[in-house]
């Protein structure tokens, strides 16, 4: 079955698992901001953005080991212990929001000087290049930030690839096991659920978009987590994007 069978019209990817292996954000971008963040820090540590990420921090440690250490007069707070602090929450798998913030400066300025690219397989531009060339819109719907999305995809190892993508959605939209949020994405894209595909990694997600009306498919990338029997029976799977780039489709096996 093709993607015109299908009557699609956009095709909706998640990101870490679909077109990115998930090693890549816990072997290279976590380290790259576990190892970066005492020199970023210590360069911009006058600019306002850095001292309200700093004062944001301190309003964090509550929880957490560092809560005595940081329990401080601001005067007493700097470079070294906020960079620790910062070093533990990445460890610890915190996601707090100025750590998500100091994370995205540091990654930008990263792949701005050229030390990082974005890791996608290698089926990635091919499959955007044919499903533009088909008429298809691409949108990226990842629980990372927007920001982060479209550094990942500008500076990607296969060059830029921003200019096949025409929407980024983030957890802004919704949680992406919610059937909410795939409604909202439908809504915003003014397209027919059933006229969108969305391919992830994870069941969960494939059946929050599926009860939306959207056409789900599962990848299989190396290191995905390993599927249940029901689970490989209920969805299409695919190991890449390259049956959809030649537009021959798995036989859909739940047409609502
Ligand atoms: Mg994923």
Redesign the pocket.
């Known amino acids: 079955m093709t993607t015109s069978e299908r009557g699609a019209k956009v095709v909706l990817v ?5 077109t990115t292996s ?1 090693s890549f954000v816990h072997d290279v971008l976590f380290p790259y901001a576990k190892e970066n963040v005492e020199k970023f820090l210590r360069e911009s540590w006058e600019r306002d953005d850095t001292k309200q990420i700093v004062q944001d921090l301190q309003q964090v440690h509550q929880f957490t080991d560092y809560k005595d250490t940081l329990n401080t007069t601001p005067a007493n707070v700097d470079v070294g212990l906020i960079s620790g602090f910062v070093r533990y929450l990445i460890d610890q798998d915190l996601k707090v929001t100025p750590m998500k913030t100091l994370q995205g400066l540091i990654w930008a300025q990263g792949y701005a000087n050229g030390e990082l690219k974005g890791h996608v397989y290698e089926d990635v531009p091919a499959a955007f290049q044919a499903w533009c060339a088909a008429g298809l819109r691409i949108a990226v719907y ?1 629980s990372g930030s927007v920001a982060a999305q479209k550094l990942i995809f500008g500076n990607s190892i296969a060059g830029n690839l921003q200019p096949y993508l025409s929407d980024y959605f983030d957890t802004h939209v919704g949680h992406k096991q919610e059937k909410q949020s795939y409604e909202n994405i439908a809504n915003i894209l003014t397209e027919k659920p059933e006229q969108i595909v969305f391919l ?3 069941p969960g ?1 494939a059946a929050a978009a599926r009860s939306a009306g959207l056409q789900a498919i599962i990848l299989q990338r190396p290191g995905n987590a390993a599927l249940t029997d029901d689970q490989k029976c209920s969805f299409d799977l695919i190991t890449d994007f390259k049956p959809l780039q030649s537009l021959k489709l798995p036989e859909n096996k739940h047409v609502a």
């Open positions: 998640d990101i870490e698992g679909t998930i990842s992830t990694d994870i997600e």
